[in-house]
């Protein structure tokens, strides 16, 4: 039986990913979100049908090389290719990460980073956030903190619950970073996320921040 995704990103974050204007962590839970999400896809191809039509009611102006705004064209082209496919997960992967971490959830390297909570790393070109999928054991709880930027996350696997609601495969939470969350895993799958962060997470507790620099979080 297929989940219904009740959490949606902020249209902030939409527009955002509309324009290609997104960092590259931030774009890839985007991406996957869109990929399993049939109401974001039609919100995102709507968005941007609105974007080329401002766009070609703009003064032509001679360039002697590539405005920056043609580049936004070829964002929302590539995009717009997501945002009319049918949502495709293999193994537990949405199709845009497939490329980087395969295609079965289960074939992941994990390294652990405390009780119960094990994380893998992905590598990016850009620097301006920080990818991970992180993997949570049924029931365990994650150390109460805040963010220094934005936090996307997307549920892959299972499920979670913390102040703001559940979060169900597919489900993605846009968080600010003045929000403050304890996740909880579900108490029978527990869940693997794909979060995308800017900045280190601020933990209130002593050990979590002791931690912390070992983990890399």
């Not at 892959?156 to 559940?166: A, C, H, I, K, M």
Request: charged residues 20%; negative net charge.
């Amino acid at each position: 039986m297929t989940t219904k995704i009740t959490h949606h990103p902020h249209a902030e974050s939409l527009m955002s990913c509309s324009a290609g204007s997104m960092p590259e962590a931030f774009a890839a839970v985007m991406a996957s979100h869109i990929t399993m999400c049939p109401q974001c896809r039609k919100d995102l191809a709507l968005m941007e049908k609105i974007g080329v039509a401002m766009f070609e009611q703009l003064e032509q102006t001679s360039v002697l090389q590539d405005a920056p705004v043609m580049h936004m064209r070829a964002a929302e082209a590539d995009h717009g290719a997501i945002a009319v496919d049918a949502a495709v997960v293999q193994g537990g992967v949405p199709a845009p990460l497939q490329p980087v971490v395969g295609p079965d959830l289960t074939a992941i390297k994990w390294k652990r980073v405390g009780p119960g909570v094990a994380q893998h790393i992905i590598a990016l070109n850009d620097d301006r956030a920080n990818l991970r999928l992180v993997k949570v054991a049924p029931g365990q709880a994650l150390p109460e903190h805040s963010h220094n930027g934005s936090e996307l996350t997307l549920v892959l696997q299972g499920s979670y619950r913390d102040e703001t609601g559940e979060y169900r495969t597919g489900d993605l939470a846009d968080m600010m970073g003045d929000a403050t969350h304890s996740p909880v895993a579900d108490a029978v799958d527990g869940c693997i996320c794909l979060i995308a962060t800017e900045g280190k997470l601020k933990f209130k507790s002593l050990l979590a921040r002791f931690v912390q620099p070992f983990a890399g979080i």
